[in-house]
């Protein structure tokens, strides 16, 4: 058990429709981070954020938004969604929001949330 | 950018073989790297990781991996594989910002 939890861990929804993930991070930690695995494009990075505020953004959709709350939890919401969209969405937490040097602020993974648009 | 090669999307040996599981970075600075395992239905499992001074890194559940800079490699390794090691594979690189670069994995089968 990593201490990062998500939740839901099943969604199936429609085409059109909106959903929100959770995530709640390692106690400590200030970074979350989003990830999407999907069969035709592999495990990608979404989007970061540290302590509340956006930190990186990797090939996130237009769709798709985040935000962290005080309490340091995230959530993820995905909008109109599309039959590509179905994925295992993971959620990651580290320490810090950066590494410097031999000392890498190494990620701990979540279960994931399972995403099916029908 | 960064990026992560696995050459081998699938492997299968036989319980009780030897494993070695291919991977290649393509990173400018000293990398950060790692392997994971997913097993069905599971999230990821963090099995090693590379941040600096020794290049060969020992991991959980018996495997190790050994950076080649030479090489651009850090291939994984286990002597004697079990029939629970069947899972998928995946490498990675810690790119600036922390973020991971992952490849594309490989999925690992093991016959008994």
């Known amino acids: 058990d990593s201490g990062v939890t998500q939740t839901p861990k099943h969604l199936i929804t429609a085409t059109g429709q909106r959903v929100t993930l959770r995530c709640s991070p390692r106690s400590g930690d200030l970074s979350v981070y989003w990830y999407q695995q999907s069969l035709d494009q592999g495990l990608q990075f979404l989007i970061q954020y540290y302590n509340g505020e956006e930190r990186a953004k990797g090939n996130i959709l237009e769709r798709f938004s985040a935000q962290q709350f005080p309490d340091l939890h995230s959530e993820l919401n995905l909008s109109s969604l599309e039959l590509g969209d179905s994925a295992l969405y993971f959620c990651?937490?580290?320490?810090?929001?950066?590494?410097?040097?031999?000392?890498?602020?190494?990620?701990?993974f979540g279960p994931g949330t399972r995403l099916t648009v029908l | 950018a960064q990026s992560v090669t696995q050459p081998d999307i699938h492997i299968t040996v036989s319980e009780g073989a030897s494993l070695e599981l291919r991977c290649n970075y393509s990173?400018?600075?000293?990398?950060?790297l790692f392997w994971y395992v997913q097993s069905p239905g599971q999230g990821l499992q963090l099995l090693l990781k590379y941040f600096s001074g020794d290049t060969l890194v020992q991991g959980i559940k018996g495997f190790e991996a050994e950076f080649k800079r030479s090489q651009s490699s850090f291939n994984l390794r286990k002597p004697s594989v079990h029939w629970s090691d069947a899972a998928e594979y995946f490498c990675a690189v810690g790119a600036p910002g922390n973020k991971l670069v992952f490849g594309a994995g490989t999925i690992l089968r093991v016959k008994s």
């Open positions: 990651a937490s580290s320490t810090l929001g950066t590494s410097l040097g031999a000392s890498y602020n190494e990620q701990f």
């Open positions: 990173y400018g600075a000293t990398p950060y």
